[in-house]
């Protein structure tokens, strides 16, 4: 049982890595522009432990296994992210173990689809990289702890057609709830879970502050082994 652990999380690795690599690469040539915030507030921010597990389908412990670009509706920038759910919390228990798909904002894209219907000039081969400052990309390699919801890929909009011509499938797929306030990240060679939110971590308003004690009772209940 040992020598099995020891062999995929090798295994993980060794993807990681790869996977890295590749995306690293996309990014080098890519011209970095950033964009303040995300689309629309809409949702339900968890301030409490309870409301995060009851109000999703599932709240997991994940690592981020892979970056792709992936089509986007024209003016917006989206990535496609393979999460591996390394432990469910809450919810799903069927979930653990598995890989799935996710957005996340921000992500590349080209020059002409970033700026269409805008008087911009051509240039298809010219790649950007879109920084959401509310949401930064998290690295591949990435630990997660977040609430998953299930997409609702049904409805007839833009953003669902792109979702599907990027192999986002009702079984395959979850989307992730308010991630502007809920959602944690712990960096490869850090020891604590953090709002990914950099804006929110450094705010004094009450919903920050409630954040900021959800995070601290994050790391207290599932951050014991410190990697």
Known sequence: ???????????????????????NKQLRKADVIH??????????????????KNHNKAFIKGTVYNLQKMN?????????????????LSGDKSLQGKNIYVVFDGGLVSFDHWYA???KP?????????KNDE????????????????????QPLEYNDSLKQSGFTVKNSYAL?????????????????????PKVRKKTDSLSKDLQKLTVEINQKYNSIKK
Do not use: C
């Open 1 to 23: 049982m040992q020598q099995k652990q020891t062999s995929n999380v090798q295994k993980s690795a060794t993807i990681i890595k790869k996977n890295q690599n590749l995306w």
């Open 35 to 52: 964009r303040d915030g995300f689309d629309s507030d809409d949702g339900y921010v968890g301030t409490s432990m309870d409301q995060l």
């Open 72 to 88: 986007s509706p024209k003016n917006m920038a989206y990535t496609k992210a393979t999460i591996h759910i390394d432990k469910v």
């Open 117 to 119: 219907n805008m008087s």
């Open 122 to 130: 051509k240039d298809f081969d010219h790649e950007m990289l879109v």
């Open 135 to 154: 949401f930064p990309l998290p690295s591949i390699g990435t630990k997660i702890i977040t609430g998953l919801v299930p997409n609702q890929l049904d």
């Open 177 to 197: 709830d308010v991630p502007k306030y809920n959602f944690w990240v712990k960096k490869t060679g850090t020891e604590k879970y953090i709002l990914n939110n």
